[in-house]
């Protein structure tokens, strides 16, 4: 078995953000009922309430498209108007986030989410950071579907 929160509590020190969250759903064939599973840096306990289908709120729509979601700062762009449909951001008051999908076998079975509270916005380096901490990938989780990508 996979310690995943120690994962991430380790990743959260190495990459030198305010929160990590690691969501999967309950159903990986299915992909029905999304909830956040292990979160480092969180300011409160509110995020074990969440429950997300596919295409909604972050994990949701990254699980539905399978691509890294960037946001560098959340205040000035059109996601701050709809922050009711994102409550992990909400709740965590982040500023800034970068999502990215998980793969296992050759489905999306969770989301890494990483993000920032402070006036401290994300730069594209960050992702560059991020993607490089998981080539080994996490726990039984790959960074991309490894079944149907074909190598350049």
Known sequence: MHDYQAMID???ESLNVDFIGLAMPSDLILQTDIHWRHV????NE??????????????????KTGRDWIELDIESSSLNAHL???PIIRF???TSFIA????????VAAV???GNRSKRPFTLTMHEQL??????GLGTFYCKDVINSVET
């Open 112 to 114: 890494l989410l990483i």
């Open 92 to 94: 965590e008051k982040l």
């Open 100 to 107: 990215v999908p998980l793969w296992k076998y050759n489905k």
């Open 46 to 63: 509110r995020y074990k309430k969440i429950e997300l289908k596919k295409g909604k709120g972050v994990a949701g729509i990254v699980i």
């Open 84 to 86: 009711f449909d994102f």
């Open 40 to 43: 480092s840096g969180e300011t």
């Open 131 to 136: 993607k490089k901490s998981l080539e080994q």
């Open 10 to 12: 380790q990743l959260r």
